[in-house]
């Protein structure tokens, strides 16, 4: 899973592995080279993203992305904790509980006087993953999801639009190859970081959210992707 702003700074990497185990010799060495590589490495029983996955990646987007914020800089870098009072990877246990109110309202300003620093997070064809906790949890954090309509495709997706436009067919099936047939000198660890490495790059990024029209955002090109009637 992966992601990055229309800035062009990436998110770490964030890899899903099933049935691992940091003693195994194999799955220690994937786990030594991923973080190094500041990649996070998540196990997944079924080995792809779920509602527990996906909760554990948005409080992975919100750790990284609250301190990029350049309203967060400006406010002198409070922490997570100083600003809302929780950490990245708290769970809430009921909806509601201990709620600010001004967070259903839209308001400008916390219960605490704290104004509102928002954080969009698109998501595009996630939303089945989307659980009550997430939402709850979003709402928490001034994050707003946007998702993306059915209809547009991969054409509002910045990330499909930029950096995957260049990770070509050859470069998959050479992951698939490596992760088949183990080797010393390139292990699938290694290429899977070189291929992040080289399609998340800052230009790409902006390219994916200015093609996209998400970032700058254009009102007309985003409405030219509904689909219209053959006869209006």
């Known amino acids: ?6 800035a062009g700074d990436k998110l770490r990497p964030f890899c899903i592995l099933k049935n691992w185990s940091e003693t195994d010799p194999i799955t220690a060495k994937y786990y ?6 500041k990649t996070i490495l998540y196990m997944s029983d079924e080995g792809f993203s779920n509602q527990e996955t996906m909760f554990n990646w948005i409080c992975h987007f919100n750790k990284l992305t609250w301190r990029k914020a350049a309203e967060v800089q400006r406010l002198g870098s409070p922490s997570l904790e100083e600003w809302f009072g929780y950490s990245a990877y708290v769970k809430f246990t009921e909806m509601m509980d201990t709620f600010d109110s001004n967070q259903l309202n839209g308001g400008m300003e916390r219960e605490d006087g704290h104004p509102r620093i928002w954080r969009w997070l698109v998501l595009g064809g996630a939303t089945g993953r989307l659980s009550i906790g997430i939402i709850d949890y979003c709402l928490r954090f001034d994050i707003q999801i946007l998702t993306l309509p059915a209809h547009s495709g991969q054409r509002m997706h910045p990330i499909r639009q930029g950096p995957c436009q260049f990770l070509k067919t050859r470069d998959l099936n050479k992951l698939l190859d490596v992760s088949r047939y183990q080797t010393d000198d390139e292990d699938f660890v290694s290429v899977f970081q070189r291929q992040m490495d080289r399609k998340f790059m800052t230009g790409q990024l902006m390219m994916g959210f200015d ?3 998400i970032w700058p955002l254009e009102e007309s090109r985003v409405l030219d992707y509904l689909p219209r009637p053959a006869n209006p």
């Open 1 to 6: 899973m992966a992601g990055g702003n229309a």
């Open 32 to 37: 030594t080279t991923l973080c190094e590589a």
């Open 211 to 213: 093609d996209s029209s």
